[in-house]
């Protein structure tokens, strides 16, 4: 006997991630986030509590813009002083195919332009956000 597909009601996951105060899509994300001081630079944080701001979004993975190999950037020349687990992996977020999804997307472009804006010099702003594509 097979087993019945279990169908995700899209609206409700949807309608869940809009009550977390973390969802990028929300309107008080770019509010409750704010920059600090890290070793290197800047990071993002929550500004109730000063911890790194964790944010939540839903998107597209382009598979054809993946900029790394089967282990991600990883290099394993450096794996005494950056094992796999600190590896950073680079990949473009589009939009989604669910429409209600879209909307969101739209939205956490714009909430994260202005977090970007909020600390960016300068006009070429290149480091996450691509205006023209509308990619992450």
Not at 2 to 24: C, D, F, M, W
Not at 45 to 52: L, T
Request: positive net charge; glycine residues 8%.
């Amino acid at each position: 006997m097979e087993k019945p597909q279990t169908l995700i009601n899209l609206s409700a996951v949807r309608g869940n991630l809009r009550k977390q105060p973390n969802y990028v899509a929300s309107a008080n994300f770019p509010a409750a986030s704010g920059w600090e001081l890290a070793k290197t630079g800047l990071r993002l944080v929550q500004k109730s509590n000063s911890c790194e701001q964790v944010g939540i979004g839903v998107g597209k993975v382009l598979d054809h813009k993946l900029f790394c190999g089967p282990v991600g950037s990883y290099n394993p020349e450096f794996k005494a002083t950056s094992p796999l687990e600190k590896a950073k992996y680079t990949f473009t977020i589009g939009q989604p195919i669910e429409p209600g999804f879209c909307e969101d997307y739209e939205q956490m472009f714009l909430n994260l332009d202005k977090i970007q804006n909020s600390i960016s010099y300068g006009k070429d702003r290149r480091n996450m956000l691509d205006p023209v594509t509308k990619t992450i």
